[in-house]
């Protein structure tokens, strides 16, 4: 989210309708070029915030996961607000530790 989307939201502007139609059919495109369908998607995305959340708190209300297309090129874009960094647990540095080949 940018600066001018956050001050857009808390002055309680709406976006114009022609961005929204535009925004909407890009994610359609590029929902479309992945051949992901809604199902697959919606478990990434709850992976990725899974995964993610084991390392730092993030707010999941303002966290987004989407597909976005430019130049035919097809990306997983995260936006994933941190509150903070978590403290890694012994039991979990030990298991990286061991995890590691020399």
Same mark, same amino acid.
């Given at each position: ?10 002055? &309680?502007?709406?976006? =114009?309708?022609?961005?929204?139609? !535009? *925004? ?5 495109? =590029?929902? $479309?070029?992945? $051949?992901?369908?809604? *199902? ?6 709850? +992976?990725?915030? *899974? #995964? ?6 993030? $707010?999941? *209300? @303002? &966290?987004?996961?989407?597909? @976005?297309?430019? $130049?035919? #090129? ?11 960094? !978590?403290?890694?647990?012994?039991? =979990? +540095?030990? =298991? ?7």
């Amino acid at each position: 989210m940018t600066l001018r989307d956050v001050i857009n939201k808390l002055l &309680g502007r709406q976006p =114009a309708s022609a961005n929204t139609a !535009k *925004e909407r059919l890009q994610l359609v495109l =590029a929902h $479309d070029r992945s $051949d992901l369908n809604p *199902e697959l998607l919606q478990q990434m995305r709850r +992976e990725i915030l *899974e #995964v993610v959340s084991r390392y730092v708190e993030i $707010d999941f *209300e @303002e &966290g987004d996961v989407t597909l @976005e297309t430019e $130049d035919r #090129v097809t990306a997983l874009v995260a936006n994933l607000p941190i509150r903070r960094a !978590k403290l890694p647990s012994p039991s =979990a +540095e030990a =298991a990286l530790e061991a995890k590691v080949v020399p």
